[in-house]
């Protein structure tokens, strides 16, 4: 009863988890940064590219969660899988509306669109860069040591409050244990755990998610 390498199921490619709670937002809230000093503003025309398992399903999450809590209300912002089409992937950035995209494969495209300012990419990657382009890369090593820790490395790119870091860390959290621990993305350790096998030898990997401990 060997787990299978990598901790988590296949990605799915409709995502139906509600946006955080709106927190009310000013320029200055604690001293901390405002919106008015954010590196991005909206309307977000955002692509998260990463490899499979890579934590790529988390960070394109969380940058849904703060696209819509720094988008005005109202906003009718976009969040999609996009699969490997050159063409697809074009007609999606045609749109007028806010989106945040996730794709696997990196388009000819997107480092001249990152570089005029049409898009901003984040990418995940296990070691290597993936883009060098990107404004931001997230290494899926320090995602498994702390994944909320990443939080607050988006602080500076969208001016993020006091505030509204401990709103998408508390909904980041709640969406992480629901991920790992149901459905079809639920962690493959667990799959074994409810299958009855022994997972004692692996309850101290910094990856297992440890569901026997929530009330779910």
Known sequence: DTPPAGP?????????????????????????????????????????????????????QLLTAIARLKSPPGTDLQSYFIKPDATKFADALQTT???????????????????????????????????????????REELVRCSLCEIDRYRPLFGLTDPEVAVVTEYMELYEKIRQCCGMQMSKYEVLRLNGC??????????????????M
């Open 8 to 60: 988590r199921g296949p990605v799915q490619k409709n995502f139906a988890h509600q946006p955080p709670p709106r927190e009310p937002r000013s320029n200055k809230q604690n001293g901390e940064q405002g919106h008015g000093t954010a590196l991005l503003r909206p309307p977000f025309r955002i692509v998260q590219i990463g490899e499979p398992r890579s934590g790529s399903t988390f960070q394109f």
């Open 97 to 139: 509306k806010p989106f945040v995209l996730k794709i696997h494969k990196e388009f000819g495209s997107l480092r001249d669109l990152q570089r005029r300012g049409d898009i901003t990419v984040f990418s995940s990657t296990y070691n290597e860069t993936m883009p060098s382009y990107a404004t931001y890369v997230q290494k």
């Open 198 to 215: 022994d997972m004692a030898e692996f309850r101290h990997a910094p990856d297992y998610p440890h569901c026997e401990k929530y009330d």
